[in-house]
C-alpha cells in the first residue's frame, strides 16, 4: 500500500472561550523519524474538550485543536527512529487499524481527519474490537494505568507474573466517581492485578455493572451520608482516586474520608463550576487548588497529569503499543459503552459532542463519533 494523505486537511478547533467550534485547513504534517500519519475515522470527545472550549486551558490562539484520542488507518510510515526503544508487538505497519491517545502537539490531535504521532503513542485495534469501542479506551486506560503506578504508587508489574499478588491485596481503595470513563478502567485494571478491595462511588444504577468489573462494594454519592457510610464500612483507607475533581461534589466529601497517610489522587483540572448552556465552566490546573478544601494533617494529595506516565520508561515505550491492546484484546479490560453522536457534517457532530457534554449527559458511557467520511 502506497503512502497517501493530502497536504492540508480539516480540523476541529476551539478559537475563543465558549465561542462556537469552527472547521481550520491545516496542514498535514509529513511524518518524522518514528512517526506515522494516521486517517482518523473514529474519535471520542471527553471533559477535556469543554475544559478547552469553556474553561479556556491549555488553549492558544488564533485556535487550537481538540481531541486527545483518535482511530483509524496508517497511511503513512516515517523513517525507522535507531533512538527509539521498540514495541514488544510488531512495528504498525501502512493499512493497520490503529487507535491512540495522544496530547503535546497540535498535529496529534484526534479532531481532524489526519494526525502525525509517534509510533509509540498508537496500538493496533484488537481484532475482537469494533473501531467506535477501540476509540473509547486509549485515553483513560492510560490515565488509569498512570494514576494507580505513578500517584498512588501502588504496583501493576507488566507482564504479570504468574501468581503474583499485591502486598496490599486486602487494602481498601476508593474509586469516587467510578462510572466515569477513568474509574471503570481503574477498577479493571485494580482487579486483574489482584487488588481485592476496591471500593466504588457512584450513582446506584451503576452498581450493579460496578460489581461485575470489580468493585467489592459500592456506594451512592447522592445519599446523604455516604461519606460516614464509607468510614463506617471501610475504617481508615489510604489510596482514593477521585475521577472528578469537582470543588464541591468530590473533593469536599473526600476530605472527611481521607486521614493522616491517606494519598488521594486527583484528577486536573479541578472544576471550581461546571460548565452548562448558559454559563461556561471555572477550571484550575493548578494542583494546589485541591487545598481549596481543608484536608486532615498528614494527607497527601497528587494532582493527576496523565501526560507524564512517559517519566516512566517502561509505559512510555509499551504502554501505548503493547499494554493497552492486550489488556484489551483478553478480555481483561471491557472498553467503555461507546454513545455514537450523529451529525451531518464534521462540525456538526464535534458542536453536539459538546454540547452533550455541557449537559453532562454521559453517564457510564464515551462520546465517539466519525471524523474522516
Ligand atoms: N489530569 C488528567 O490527566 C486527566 C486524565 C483523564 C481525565 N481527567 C479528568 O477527569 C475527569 C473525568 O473524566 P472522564 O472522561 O472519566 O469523565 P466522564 O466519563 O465523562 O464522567 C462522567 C461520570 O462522572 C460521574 N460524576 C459526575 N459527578 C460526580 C460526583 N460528584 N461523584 C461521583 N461521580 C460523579 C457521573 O457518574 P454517574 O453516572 O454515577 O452520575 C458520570 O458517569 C474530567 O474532568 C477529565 O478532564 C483528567
Known amino acids: 500500500m502506497a503512502p497517501s494523505y493530502p497536504p492540508t486537511h480539516d480540523a476541529v478547533v476551539t478559537t475563543g472561550k465558549r465561542l462556537p467550534l469552527a472547521i481550520r485547513e491545516v496542514d498535514t504534517a509529513v511524518p518524522e523519524p518514528g512517526e506515522v500519519v494516521v486517517r482518523v475515522e473514529w474519535t471520542a ?18 485556535f487550537t485543536i481538540l481531541g486527545c484520542s483518535f482511530a483509524g488507518t496508517v497511511v503513512a510510515t516515517g523513517e525507522d ?38 509510533r509509540r503513542l498508537v ?6 474490537l469494533t473501531v467506535q469501542q ?12 498512570h494514576t494507580i503506578t505513578q500517584d498512588l504508587r501502588l504496583e501493576l508489574p507488566w507482564p504479570k507474573p504468574e501468581g503474583w ?4 491485596e486486602n487494602h481498601p481503595i476508593l474509586i469516587w466517581g ?37 468493585a467489592r462494594k459500592s456506594f451512592d454519592y447522592k445519599d446523604t451520608g455516604v461519606t460516614d457510610q464509607i468510614s463506617a464500612h471501610a475504617g481508615p483507607i489510604y489510596r482514593i482516586i477521585d475521577c472528578i475533581g ?5 473533593l469536599r466529601p473526600l476530605s472527611k474520608i481521607a486521614v493522616k497517610g491517606t494519598i488521594v489522587a486527583v484528577m486536573l483540572p479541578v472544576i471550581l463550576r461546571d460548565a452548562t448552556e448558559e454559563v461556561g465552566s471555572e477550571v484550575d490546573l493548578d494542583p494546589a487548588s485541591i487545598r481549596k478544601v481543608q484536608w486532615a494533617d498528614g494527607v497527601g494529595t497528587i494532582g493527576v497529569r496523565t501526560f507524564f506516565f512517559e517519566k516512566n520508561e517502561l509505559l512510555k515505550w509499551h504502554l501505548e503499543p503493547d499494554i493497552v491492546p492486550a489488556l484489551l484484546e483478553s478480555g481483561v479490560v471491557k472498553p467503555n459503552r461507546a454513545r455514537i453522536v450523529e451529525g451531518k457534517t464534521l462540525l456538526e457532530r464535534a458542536q453536539n459532542a459538546l454540547n452533550l457534554l ?15 467520511e
Open 45 to 62: 470527545s471527553s471533559p477535556l474538550d469543554l475544559h478547552q472550549a469553556d474553561g479556556g486551558i491549555i488553549t492558544s490562539p488564533p
Open 81 to 118: 527512529d535507531p533512538t527509539a526503544t521498540k514495541p514488544n508487538s510488531a512495528p504498525v505497519q501502512l493499512g493497520d487499524q490503529v487507535f491512540g491517545f495522544a496530547w503535546e502537539k497540535q498535529k496529534q490531535m484526534g479532531f481532524q481527519t489526519y494526525v502525525t504521532v509517534p
Open 123 to 128: 496500538g493496533r485495534i484488537p481484532p475482537n
Open 134 to 145: 477501540a476509540v473509547t479506551a486509549p485515553a483513560n486506560l492510560v490515565c488509569a494505568i
Open 165 to 168: 499478588t499485591p502486598k496490599e
Open 178 to 214: 467510578a462510572a466515569s470513563s477513568v474509574g471503570l478502567f481503574a477498577i479493571q485494571v485494580l482487579r486483574h492485578w489482584g487488588y481485592k478491595n476496591v471500593l466504588a462511588v457512584a450513582s446506584s444504577k451503576h452498581h450493579e455493572e460496578l460489581a461485575a468489573l470489580g
Open 246 to 250: 469537582q470543588l464541591e461534589g468530590t
Open 358 to 372: 455541557r449537559q453532562r449527559a454521559p453517564s457510564g458511557e464515551r462520546l465517539v463519533w466519525r471524523v474522516a
